[in-house]
């Protein structure tokens, strides 16, 4: 039979137990018109929403649709979005701007962490911004975060 204590501790240790992995993706849009959109292999997984899921997102894309993006972001600017805790150093959360061909500089764009890795984060507002791939090259431009349950903010016209 468990004692009162150690009952105590199992549900103390149960209340403040390991947190699954979660995030949130949230969108500000200040152009005036445009859809944020989040898409995941070939699934729209947001619309301007805020999206959570309860586990890593992996090679989500988002970009403001204008009504001249394709559906993958063609010609308009675009975020790459991989959001996932660590498993070791390195392989935590990624997210970049992207203007690779086919894709191209629509609106300014930008992101930022939060709930983890404040300040880190990239803004686009010309074609020419050097925070974005420009060619497959560019890793550098890729900000990276080592936090677990990281959540992310992108902004349109900021």
Known sequence: MFSVAALTLFAFAFASGVRGESHTITFTNKCGSGTPTLIQNGNV??????YTTNGPISAAIAYLQTGSCG???????????????PTSPGSG??????????????????????????GAGADC???????AFHSSG??????????DNVDLAITFCD
């Open 45 to 50: 997984l947001s619309t301007g929403g805020a």
């Open 71 to 85: 559906f993958n972001g063609e010609d308009c600017t675009l975020l790459e979005v991989t959001l996932q805790n």
């Open 93 to 118: 959360s990624s997210v970049d701007l992207s203007l690779i061909p086919p894709h191209a500089f629509s609106v300014t764009s930008g992101f930022g962490y939060y709930n983890g890795c404040e």
């Open 125 to 131: 507002s010309s074609a020419d911004c050097p925070t």
């Open 138 to 147: 560019d890793t550098t431009v890729q900000v990276a975060c080592q936090d």
